[in-house]
């Protein structure tokens, strides 16, 4: 399985991110973080994710503590 099939819910999401759930949700509800209906329920696709964790950050590193 690929990072494109993956989908995460918002807990699981939020353990990824490290950061609360209520924070997804938000995320969710303003724009800033797509879902997608699976078995009548959001998920969050993996590529939103790696989306998320490679933007730099206001130091100018990655989420995931690269360097751009």
Known sequence: MNHN???F????????????PSTVSRAIRLGTLRTVQRNGRPVIPASE???????????GATQDGGRQ
């Open 49 to 59: 994710l790696v989306r998320l964790l490679s933007k730099p950050t206001d130091n």
């Open 9 to 20: 819910t918002v807990r699981k999401a939020a353990w990824i991110l490290n950061v609360d």
């Open 5 to 7: 099939d993956a989908n």
